[in-house]
């Protein structure tokens, strides 16, 4: 009933700000702070870079641990004897 001529209704322009005002509340709550991505499981590009990251700390764990022992990692753990 509302031709193209007409302006839109009150209640429609309500309903365009609140739906605007809700996806920009869940992109601004769900992304990561280094980029826009959302949080996802599985073979995701966030779900790579956090497995990535915790890789990282992982390694430069075990070079700490080699370091202040001044044994292998394999020695240390009792991998190796």
Known sequence: MNSNTEPPLKNQSIEEDTTD????????????????????????????????????IGFISILLIEAISKTSFLNWAGILS
């Open 21 to 56: 005002s809700k996806k920009e509340f869940v992109n601004s709550h769900n992304s990561s702070a280094t980029s826009p991505d959302i949080p996802a499981f599985g073979w995701s590009s966030y779900a790579e870079r956090i497995n990535g990251r915790f890789a990282m």
